[in-house]
């Protein structure tokens, strides 16, 4: 009798793992996919009104130009904290595509 009560126990535990491990990767993964499109969002946008201010006026705006022209505050990826670099570019051409260096 013990043993039958032990080994439910585990199903029910292996079930639940089942459930809660794939559920937690998926929140955990699109809430930082969320952190980068928001953190791109905004250079783009800084990007965009240096460009049609005309405070930038080539096809590629670097990040210490949107730094200068707009005062945006150093940007850093959100989910390893490293700060962008300089030579980062937002492409004009491309409809304002952030490249990261």
Do not use: Q
Not at 24 to 41: A, D, M, P, Q
Request: aromatic share 8%.
């Amino acid at each position: 009798m013990k043993k039958n009560r032990t080994v439910i126990y585990v199903t029910i535990l292996i079930i639940i793992a089942l459930i809660v491990i794939p559920s937690t990767y998926k929140v955990i993964k699109k809430h930082n996919n969320r952190l980068l499109e928001n953190t791109t969002k905004k250079i783009i946008e800084a990007a965009r009104d240096c460009y049609y201010n005309n405070s930038c006026v080539e096809d590629k705006i670097t990040l210490k130009e949107i730094y200068e022209k707009t005062g945006l505050k150093t940007m850093s990826n959100p989910i390893t904290k490293k700060i962008y670099s300089e030579e980062s570019y937002v492409d004009v051409i491309n409809d304002f595509t952030f490249i990261e260096k």
